[in-house]
């Protein structure tokens, strides 16, 4: 089947995540985006857009994807932006702030296809004390294998620093960068891997064990257990990477 519009099935799969993850309390009213790396297999023309083959482009939910649209977002509401010159070339609604975020976790590991930022409420709560998450499930540390989900120094939101200290950061886990999760001090979470249903699967998962570690730390400032447990026995609740 030809598609109508360039990216047409990518932009439906991403508008569909958005209102999922919206309608499942993944983000809040506050914000949040998603976007996608694609490189184009061949080139196109869509009338007054130009796509390159091999050329590298985003799709990427819009601003006020949350407070104007409650994520129910149309695919023609899907942003398409030329990944190297930051310029956006398809969709309708403006880019978020965010966007230069987005392009350096992009830049620091060929390997993410996607960048997922979400206020999701657990989450956020050992990110606006500016502690690590301990890492207290089986599905966390064994099944996805997370590590220690970090909480980086507070930087404002949309600001260079902020998009530099991500960019920096990811480079430093190498490999690892295309499986994480950041939590963004006082501003939410940062997943950042290399398939988009994976990044739901990750985000859920985290903010389960966020919940749970939240009522381990409570039971341990109360004395009723010694530290965090995690699989049956007593551990500092971190996993090293």
Known sequence: MTESFVFEEQRRDLAKVA???FDRKMTNVAGGNISQKI?????????????EKDREYLIITPTYMSEAWYGELSPAQILVVDLETGEQIDGSG???????????AYEANENIKVVY???????????????????????TSHDL????????PYKPACSKELADQVHDELVKLGDKAANNIFLLNSHGVLITTNDL????????????????????????????IDGYMSKGKLSDGLVSK
């Open 19 to 21: 209102k999922k993850m």
């Open 39 to 51: 490189v184009a297999d061949q080139s196109l023309d869509y009338g007054h857009v130009h796509i």
């Open 94 to 104: 403006r880019l978020t702030r965010e966007i230069n975020m987005h392009r350096e």
């Open 117 to 139: 930022h979400s206020h999701t409420p657990a989450s956020m709560f050992w990110a606006t004390i500016g502690e690590d998450m301990p890492n207290v499930t089986e599905a």
């Open 145 to 152: 294998d997370l590590g220690t989900i970090k909480c980086l």
């Open 197 to 224: 249903h994976h990044a739901t699967c990750i985000l859920e998962t985290v903010e389960w064990n966020a919940e749970i570690a939240y009522k381990q730390a409570v039971f341990k400032k109360l004395g009723l």
